[in-house]
Each structure stands twice: as structure tokens, then as C-alpha cells.
């Protein structure tokens, strides 16, 4: 059987996060969808069909390839979700899957069904639920929910990080009671655990200083080091390659960002390749304790903080204000009042201008090198296509070219 991830159209409202990446590659709960299929999964082939401009691989069906599963990339990964999936899906017969009547992929059997495979390999994302939907097929609920709102990556990681992490102990030294760390950990004498609340994981290569408070359910990723007195709790997740300093509350850190000095990260989302800068904090909780708006959307929720994409720097001292969403290589300075789109440079509402296409190449080179990556032609066509797909964004908030001074 061969696992095909596709994207939909609900990776426009997971933006700037899917701005950079397939929605199967969301870090949520310490792990992506993608590497959940494949270990859940793993004599299975698992292809993800994304927008173009992020499709390394061009999509290939070998003839021999029958049995066809679609699974919806923007689903949550989930360890007791997909366990029971499995457990549910024993019939070979074709059928769509639904959760609350929204449909989240489906089991085809070309053969059954007739369909060649030159048919598959003209699919799209955009196309694959309408494909899946003409041949009247019978369909299965199923209890596995998907991301329909950037703030849900925070929320969902909530919810599930706890259940992850009972899955993602194996092969983990236990040090105490819920207490579990991987080869060439580098624990300090003086330092304080509390699971009370929930396991803490920290991966193999890591590197835990003096004086540093975790208190669970926590992931802290590969190749990490946490700074002297951080404090890092309540359902944060944290990917492999970061420096990590301050006090991190309920959050999501993706592999290669760094905020590893003083200042508050509550209830919100980094992406990849960001630095925030000593001092930079933000609000998760409004004075007045109503619940927050997200692009003028009720989120139901009191507890919000900020969703910042991929190649984004803050300077010292940076606010940033409740529920706010930043794009992909920005540049902040003082106080962040409102969202902000992609390359944009910010010092405040009436100091905004456009980041230039070469100095944000030039940038993601120079952060490259520095942890032995070397920029890649993809990589750098990658950054181009979304500087031109978010340009409408900058000229609606009225940011332009020009030379930008504080």
C-alpha cells in the first residue's frame, strides 16, 4: 500500500507556518504527521503531495502500486488517533474517510476500481478530494481531527503532547518518574524536573545548563541547548538544533530557531531559522481577560500568543502584542501592535518597509552556514516564489521598497 498526504485549501488559512512547508511537516505534539505515518506505517511507502513550489519529488506511482491511501496532510499527528485509524481500517474496500462529515481522505483500489495509472499521475492537491468523491464510494467516520485554524497549533498541541509522549520514549534512558533522556545528554548537577502534569522528554545531543526548570508534559528536540535558568513548561514542544533561554510556556519551537536569552514566549508558534533577540516577549492574555481574535476570527480561546514564519528576527527588546501572526522573513523592532506580512521590516506602524528578495537570500545563506547547511538552488527558489505569492499582502498594509531606518 502506498500513502499518499495531500494538501488542501486549509493550508491558505495555516499561513505563514505552511508558507514554507507542506502541512504534513507541521511540528505539533514532538512530532510532524509525516514521520507519525512512517512510523506508524513503516513498510509502507509515504509520498506527500504538495502546492508545486514545495514538491521536491516529482510525484511517481511505480504500476505495480494498487492499494492507494489518501490521508489529508492537515491532520493532527496524533498517536491515539492514528492507532485507532488503523485499527478501524481492515477492509480492502474503497471507501472515503470523514471526521464530523468532513471528508479526510480515502482508501482506493485502482484495480477494483478501474482507475489507471496515468490517472494518478496527473493528481494535484486541489484535485485529489474531488477525485476521491466521484466515484460514489461508501465512507467511514472517523476520530481523527485536522488543523482548520493557525491558532489550533498551539491548541492541539496542548491537547495531545501529553498522549505523544508515552509514544516517543522508546529507546530513552529512564532517569526518574516521567523523567526520560536519549544518549549524549548532558544533564548539570544543580537543575529541577516536575512531572507531575506529564513526561519530559529530551533528545539524544542535547545539552541542559545550570539552574534550568522543566516541568511537564515537554519535548525538547535533538542537538538543543537549554540556557542557564530557563524555565520551559506546560505542553511546549521544542525541535532538534535550537538555543533556548527565558521562560517558555504551552509553545511550539520548530528545528533551528533560537531565543536564548531573557524574555517570555507564551501559548504561541515559531517556525524554522528564526532568532529572537534578549528581551523579546510576548502577550498571550489580553487586560481585559476576553477571549481573543485571530484575523478578526473568534478563536474561543483566553490564551493566545503570536505565530511567527520561518526566517523571521526580532531585535532586543521586541514586544509583541496578543494573537498576532508574523510572516516569513521579517524583521522586527520595538513594539508589534498588528499583524505583519512577509518580508516586511517593522519599527512601527508608520515605519514599515519591504525586505528585499536578495537581502533575504543573502540572510538564509549566512544562518545556513552557520549550522553547516548549505543553501540550495530549491531553497532559494522556495523563498522567491512565496516573496512574490505574499506581494499583494505588502501593497494591502501599504509596505513598500525603499531604504529603512529606525
Not at 495531500?6 to 514521520?35: H, M, Q, W
Not at 485507532?84 to 476500481?113: A, D, H, M, P, V
Not at 522528554?201 to 545539552?207: A, P
Request: glycine share 6%.
Amino acid at each position: 500500500m502506498t500513502i499518499i498526504l495531500y494538501e488542501n485549501e486549509k493550508v491558505n488559512s495555516l499561513f505563514p507556518i505552511t508558507l514554507t512547508r507542506d502541512a504534513s511537516e507541521i511540528f505539533c505534539g514532538g512530532i510532524t504527521l509525516f514521520e507519525l505515518v512512517q512510523k506508524s506505517f513503516p513498510i509502507n511507502k509515504v509520498i506527500k503531495l504538495s502546492r508545486n513550489y514545495l514538491q521536491s519529488e516529482k510525484f511517481h506511482l511505480s504500476t505495480s502500486e494498487n492499494e492507494i491511501l489518501f490521508l489529508n496532510a492537515s491532520l493532527i499527528p496524533h498517536f491515539e488517533s492514528i492507532n485507532l485509524f488503523q485499527r478501524g481500517l481492515k477492509s480492502k474496500t474503497s471507501l472515503l474517510l470523514t471526521n464530523e462529515n468532513k471528508l479526510i481522505g480515502g482508501y482506493l483500489n485502482l484495480k477494483e476500481l478501474k482507475i489507471s495509472h496515468s490517472q494518478m499521475q496527473i493528481l494535484t492537491p486541489i484535485l485529489v478530494e474531488k477525485f476521491l468523491q466521484s466515484f460514489n464510494l461508501p465512507s467511514k467516520q472517523v476520530s481523527w481531527k485536522t488543523f482548520e485554524h493557525i491558532w489550533q497549533l498551539v491548541t492541539f498541541n496542548k491537547e495531545i503532547l501529553g498522549d505523544n509522549l508515552q509514544y516517543l520514549t522508546n529507546g530513552l534512558q529512564k532517569k526518574s518518574k516521567d523523567f526520560y533522556v536519549a544518549k549524549n545528554v548532558k544533564l548539570p548537577k544543580q537543575f529541577e524536573i516536575d512531572t507531575t502534569n506529564g513526561k519530559i522528554l529530551i533528545s539524544k545531543g542535547t545539552t541542559i545548563k545550570p539552574f534550568v526548570f522543566l516541568e511537564g508534559p515537554v519535548f525538547i528536540g535533538e542537538n538543543c541547548m537549554i540556557k542557564e535558568f530557563a524555565s520551559i513548561k506546560d505542553s511546549t514542544a521544542i525541535g532538534q538544533v535550537c538555543k533556548i533561554g527565558g521562560e517558555i510556556e504551552a509553545s511550539v519551537i520548530h528545528s533551528y530557531s533560537n531565543k536564548q536569552h531573557h524574555g517570555f514566549l507564551g501559548n504561541s508558534y515559531i517556525g524554522s531559522w528564526i532568532n529572537l533577540g534578549a528581551g523579546t516577549t510576548n502577550s498571550d492574555l489580553k487586560n481585559t481577560y476576553s477571549k481573543i481574535k485571530i484575523r478578526g476570527e473568534e478563536t474561543g480561546e483566553q490564551f493566545i500568543g503570536c505565530f511567527i514564519g520561518d526566517y523571521t528576527k526580532s531585535a532586543i527588546n521586541t514586544s509583541i502584542y496578543t494573537g498576532k501572526i508574523i510572516g516569513v522573513s521579517s524583521y522586527l523592532y520595538g513594539t508589534l501592535t498588528k499583524d505583519l506580512p512577509s518580508f516586511t521590516n517593522y519599527a512601527s506602524a508608520n515605519n514599515m518597509k519591504e525586505v528585499p528578495i536578495e537581502a533575504a537570500l543573502k540572510v538564509q545563506k549566512v544562518m545556513f552556514a552557520r549550522r553547516k547547511k548549505i543553501q540550495t538552488k530549491e531553497d532559494e527558489l522556495i523563498l522567491r516564489e512565496i516573496f512574490s505569492n505574499t506581494k499583494q499582502d505588502r501593497k494591502t498594509s501599504n509596505i513598500i521598497s525603499g531604504k529603512f531606518s529606525i
